[in-house]
C-alpha cells in the first residue's frame, strides 16, 4: 500500500468516525432530542366555537410559536410568515376571519415566528373576526 491509499483511507475513518459522533451527539439532527425538550406548554385551538385541538405539548427551550405550530399542526403559511389555515381550518379574509393567538388570556403583538413561549404558557389560536 502505497502513501496515496494510506492518506486516503485514513481520510475516510476520519470522516466516517465525524459523522458517527455527530449523530451520535444529535448534533446531525435538526429535531430536537429529548434533552432538548425543556418546557411544557399548552395549546388550545378553536374554530367556530369548537375545540379543534387541546394539547399539551413538549417543547424546545428556543422554540418559536411558528416551529411550534409547524412541528405539531398542518398550517399552511405564507411566505411572510402569517398562518393561513390551521389542520386545513382556512381564515377567510372576505369575512374578515383570521387567525390570531393569545398567550395565558392576553393579546400578543408579536409574529408567530418571533413569539418564544415560556414554560407553563397556554397558547390559544382561534379564527376571529376583525
Known amino acids: ?3 496515496k491509499e494510506k492518506y486516503l483511507i485514513g481520510v475516510s ?11 451520535y451527539s444529535g448534533l446531525a439532527s435538526n429535531n430536537p432530542t429529548t434533552a432538548d425538550l425543556d418546557k411544557e406548554i399548552n395549546m ?3 374554530a ?3 375545540i379543534i385541538a387541546d394539547d399539551t405539548l413538549d417543547v424546545a427551550d ?14 399552511i403559511v405564507t411566505d ?6 390551521i ?4 381564515q377567510l379574509p ?17 409574529s408567530a415566528a418571533d413569539f418564544v413561549p415560556e414554560e407553563g404558557d397556554h397558547i390559544v389560536w382561534e379564527l376571529t373576526a376583525f
Open 94 to 110: 372576505e369575512e374578515n376571519l383570521y387567525w390570531i393567538y393569545e398567550v395565558n388570556e392576553e393579546t400578543v403583538t408579536v
Open 1 to 3: 500500500m502505497n502513501k
Open 87 to 90: 389542520e386545513g381550518i382556512d
Open 44 to 46: 388550545t385551538i378553536v
Open 48 to 50: 367556530d366555537g369548537e
Open 62 to 75: 428556543d422554540s418559536t410559536l411558528l416551529d411550534i405550530m409547524s412541528q405539531h399542526y398542518d398550517l
Open 13 to 23: 475513518v476520519f470522516v466516517i468516525l465525524l459523522v458517527l459522533g455527530l449523530w
Open 80 to 85: 411572510d410568515g402569517f398562518i393561513e389555515s
